[in-house]
């Protein structure tokens, strides 16, 4: 219920009144489980974090070459970027405008993600699909970029398909921009 609300009033907006009205308990029984509408909203953030974390490990396991996982990788990112959005203006608000909280909710994926890519970085080198000279340097840049690429995704992808989006991501990232 509470998803719903932050979905659709945003979390800013949504009271525990509201929390407790939606799924048709007092506000004493909401308190009992939860101090404040942030409890929730972690609560359900950490709920999705395991959801991601899943997926991760599912796309560390795969036996594809190095660089076919990497853009399996990247596609699977923000594919998930775009379903945890849910198509929702609220939810993607919440977001954008509170990056902080984002973050330290998002230490745990980022140490994932971080080892998910070094491992598909080292395996690549160590079967001479890429050429690289320090993978776990690499891999940190990577993910720097990633993150730093989901704000324009996010507000691009209403407005163009999300494949082209993520095609292009991936592009740049194997072949660069030059011509």
Do not use: C, V, W
């Given at each position: 219920m509470a998803q719903k609300l932050f979905t659709e009033l945003s979390f800013y907006k949504t009271t525990m009144k509201d929390i407790a009205l939606a799924a048709r308990v007092s506000r004493r029984t909401l308190y009992t489980h939860f101090n404040s509408k942030e409890m929730i909203f972690d609560y359900i953030v950490?709920?999705?974090?395991?959801?991601?974390?899943?997926?991760?490990?599912?796309?560390?396991?795969?036996?594809?070459?190095?660089d076919k996982r990497?853009?399996?990788?990247?596609?699977?990112?923000?594919?998930?970027?775009?379903?945890?959005?849910?198509?929702?203006?609220?939810?993607?608000?919440?977001?954008?405008?509170?990056?902080?909280?984002?973050?330290?909710?998002?230490?745990?994926?980022?140490?994932?993600?971080?080892?998910?890519?070094?491992t598909i970085l080292k395996d690549g080198v160590n079967h001479g699909i890429f050429s690289i000279k320090q993978p776990r340097r690499l891999a940190n840049a990577l993910l720097t970029v990633f993150k730093s690429l989901e704000v324009g995704f996010i507000q691009q992808y209403n407005h163009q398909p999300k494949p082209r989006i993520i095609n292009e991501y991936i592009n740049i990232l194997f072949y660069g921009i030059i011509k």
């Open positions: 950490k709920q999705k974090t395991e959801l991601i974390q899943q997926k991760l490990e599912q796309a560390k396991q795969t036996a594809l070459p190095a990497l853009k399996l990788y990247i596609r699977e990112r923000f594919n998930l970027i775009a379903e945890l959005m849910g198509g929702s203006q609220a939810i993607k608000e919440t977001y954008l405008h509170n990056n902080s909280k984002i973050e330290s909710l998002r230490k745990n994926i980022d140490k994932l993600e971080l080892e998910l890519l070094y």
